[in-house]
């Protein structure tokens, strides 16, 4: 070899630095930020119904069956609005879902604000649930679809984000209304979530639509201008708008504006292709989907996060405020470790977040499943049990927004091929809500069934159990493009394996991979 080749042989491989940090993408970044907070309004509704409660029952003079099911009724509300916004997102675009499911959750907001009664209230949640379910599915959808890959865990992080967020500002809410009179100050707690969806509804308008609807549409041009502006480079937008082409079904060749797409790519026949004749990589993806989705859920996060006031009095905290104020302390922590997630995603990776966040998950239930019982069975109160009560959900619901938070929405929205994006994320939210209404709105009752340590010890082992299920079941995507994802499941594993021994006897030669910006 000459001594010019070989300088430019070391030049190529200098500029191919697997361990290189890219440039954050500020516009990517800016999209992501306006999707994500759509999410406000479920971690906002979460937050605020724990402590509004107290003051609901009162007022209205319900039963706690009745607010059981006021709580985790909306989960199930929700599921409407998930089943619709896949096939809505296809059909009007996912920036436009948006927009309509912040006008819903709005509408919602000031219903149950000004609810003269139970039924009246009951009627506000199912609206407001609509809209919650439109966003829970669309932002990180949207999100995934415009992040390059260097990034895309990052910024798909930001829902789980904006949830926790939301949850600690409805803590606030009720901290902030709790001292106004009984009448007034659930409804001031509930009507104010109307606020962010204004906000929300007029900042989407600022954002462009996802690049990779905009191919299903056919409407290439508008596609690149947008993947020039989300891409690390001019090279990762040419290759990022060529694998979305592929999936699609459109010839690479084609460089028109406008094409025309086959109908089948705009959300025909997608369920068959996801239950009915799913290809192995197809299936392994649905029950990764389903499965991680379920164990989020089950291990009892809304729970804890619920009815974490009742859990305070339990543990030994009598006054409204006092324990509206321990709640203000768990939605600080589980806020704070959840922007300490989205800096480790891709730079970790997801499975190893994710088993680790479900074995704190373990330990944390257990010993907060042991520390209520003992405070059960004490006749005097002991100091060291109520603390670590405190401590145990606080550790909880910190090693749970550390990984299973995020990892499982970031997971759902990254894993499934284009064309059965949508309506795969909307499933998985389905299965998310369902497990959430039913944990919800069983909660006190299995308390009283099994005694809330009983509960907690049951929750602990759901955890187990979900722990391996991620560690048999989760394979490692980051790095990875969203079109490369399908490659990592099922048969298509002997693909990946046979293209590594190609690329290993070709090692003189820096294999560089426009697009994907992989730090291995």
């Known amino acids: 070899m000459t001594e010019g080749k070989v300088v430019e042989a070391l030049k190529t491989v200098e500029d191919f630095d697997p361990q290189k940090k890219p440039k954050r993408n500020k516009f990517a970044f800016a999209c992501a930020m306006l999707a994500s907070m759509t999410s406000i309004l479920l971690g906002y509704d979460i937050g605020v119904m724990s402590g509004a409660a107290i003051y609901i029952k009162r007022d209205l003079k319900v039963s706690d069956v009745q607010i059981e099911i006021l709580l985790g009724i909306i989960n199930l509300y929700s599921l409407i609005g998930s089943c619709l916004a896949g096939r809505t997102s296809d059909w009007i675009g996912r920036r436009y879902t948006i927009v309509f499911a912040g006008a819903i959750f709005f509408a919602g907001a000031l219903l149950m604000g000004f609810s003269p009664n139970y039924s009246f209230l009951m009627f506000g949640r199912f609206v407001a649930g609509i809209g919650m379910g439109y966003a829970i599915m669309i932002a990180p959808v949207y999100t995934a679809e415009v992040s390059p890959a260097s990034s895309r865990g ?39 979530g109307a606020i962010p969806s204004v906000i929300l ?59 025309q797409v086959a109908k089948r790519n705009t959300g025909e026949g997608v369920w068959k292709e996801l239950f009915l004749y799913p290809t192995p990589a197809i299936r392994h993806i649905v029950i990764a989907a389903l499965g991680i989705h379920f164990f989020q859920q089950a291990s009892g996060v809304d729970a804890v996060v619920l009815y974490s006031p009742k859990i305070f009095e339990k543990a030994g905290i009598t006054g409204d405020t006092d324990k509206l104020l321990a709640t203000v302390a768990v939605g600080f922590v589980k806020t704070m470790f959840i922007l300490v997630a989205t800096f480790m995603l891709d730079r970790v990776g997801r499975r190893p977040l994710l088993l680790s966040s479900a074995g704190g998950m373990v330990l944390s239930l257990l010993m907060l499943a042991t520390s209520l019982t003992i405070v059960d069975h004490s006749e005097k109160k002991l100091m060291w049990a109520v603390g670590l009560s405190i401590a145990t959900v606080l550790s909880y619901v910190a090693t749970f927004s550390i990984g299973a938070g995020p990892i499982t929405w970031v997971y759902t929205s990254e894993i499934f091929p284009l064309r059965l994006r949508a309506q795969g994320a909307a499933m998985g939210v389905v299965v998310n809500r369902v497990t959430s209404g039913v944990i919800s709105m069983t909660f006190l009752s299995l308390s009283k069934a099994i005694t809330i340590g009983g509960a907690f010890f049951l929750f602990g082992g759901i955890a187990i159990v979900g722990w391996i299920f991620f560690y048999t079941m989760l394979p490692e995507t980051r790095g990875k493009t969203l079109e490369e994802m399908e490659g990592s499941f099922g048969k298509f594993m002997v693909k990946s394996d046979s293209a590594k021994q190609v690329n290993n006897t070709n090692a003189q030669v820096p294999q560089v991979q426009l697009g994907t910006n992989v730090r291995t």
């Not at 930001?158 to 009448?183: C, D, H, K, Q």
């Not at 480079?233 to 406008?258: H, T, Y």
């Open 154 to 192: 990052f910024l798909t992080s930001f829902p789980e984000v904006f949830i926790n967020g939301g949850i600690l500002l409805g803590y606030i809410s009720n901290y902030a209304f709790s001292n106004m009179t009984l009448r007034l100050g659930w409804r001031m707690m509930l009507g104010i």
């Open 201 to 259: 509804a007029v900042g989407v308008l600022a954002m462009p639509e996802s690049p990779r609807w905009l191919v299903m549409r056919g409407r290439l041009g508008d596609a690149t201008k947008v993947l020039n502006k989300t891409s690390d480079s001019k090279e990762e937008a040419q290759q990022r708008l060529a694998d979305i082409k592929q999936a699609a079904g459109i010839p690479e060749s084609r460089n028109d504006d406008v094409v």
